[in-house]
């Protein structure tokens, strides 16, 4: 069989156990029980390194649309209050303006989706990979990509498949959460939370009539509120996902004993 890049494959003196290959030479690192499996595992491919830098950079790239979203929202409230405070001074081109805001910020949403997929890919990729130890993987790699789309269980799933990453990466079944990993996956529920709230109050404007200002009014506001906490939550939750990132690439990344 031919070898690639570093991994687990089935053992030259064994086929029944696994021995890890270190890109260059076999080691005396070896496991038993999955060598017929493995073997259908390809090498994690030397791309794999530049995707998780663009993974990176999306996630910053999220950082600044999300602190443009928040710019937005404050000139929302600003616009709302003067509407309430001083009417008459309010002209139609400032209502142009922030139509014209909030179709910009509307950017935010297409830079989560693109870096949604390409964490979706990172972690499949890596998971998929012979440099797993199988032995401890809790979760087929299929999840990796299923998990994001299966209702209820999107809530947790992603989640276990970064846990499923890092202990495929040193071998150990018992790894310990880290709080950076806690954190991220809790602001990122909320965050989420919060935009669906925000959403709640902007759909709710479609269904209030002209004859309505002041409910008008309190829709516009609350969905900026809303969606101004969500925006703050989602710039905390990308900067720990850059550490997680960084730490399953170092785990990934490191040399076997």
């Known amino acids: ?31 038993d029980g999955v060598g017929s499996t493995a073997a259908h595992h390809s090498p994690l491919p030397r791309w794999w390194g530049g995707l998780t830098v663009a993974l990176q950079v999306g996630l910053l790239l999220n950082v600044a649309t999300s602190l443009y979203v928040l710019y937005v929202d404050q000139q929302i409230l600003a616009f709302v209050e003067e509407l309430r405070l001083r009417p008459d001074t309010v002209t139609e081109a400032d209502g142009t303006r922030i139509d014209t805001l909030m179709l910009q910020s509307s950017v935010a949403l297409l830079a989560w989706l693109g870096t949604g997929l390409l964490f979706i890919i990172w972690s499949y990729t890596v998971h998929h990979s012979a440099r797993m130890d199988r032995s401890v993987l809790r979760h087929g790699s299929g999840w990796a990509i299923g998990g994001w789309f299966v209702p209820f269980l999107s809530f947790w799933r992603p989640f276990q498949m970064v846990l499923d990453v890092r202990r495929g990466a040193t071998g150990d079944a018992d790894l310990p959460t880290t709080r950076t990993l806690g954190w991220w996956w809790a602001t990122f529920w909320a965050s989420y939370a919060a935009g669906m709230v925000a959403t709640f109050y902007y759909r709710a404007l479609e269904s209030t009539s002209d004859d309505e200002a002041g409910r008008v009014l309190d829709h516009f506001a609350s969905a900026a509120s809303w969606e101004r906490g969500s925006e703050l939550i989602a710039i905390v939750s990308a900067l720990l996902a850059v550490a997680v990132v960084r730490e399953v690439r170092s785990l990934v990344t490191a040399e076997r004993a």
């Open 1 to 31: 069989m031919a070898l690639g890049g570093e991994g687990w494959y089935a053992d030259p003196q064994d086929a029944r156990r696994l021995r890890w290959w270190d890109g260059t030479a076999w080691t005396a690192h070896t496991h």
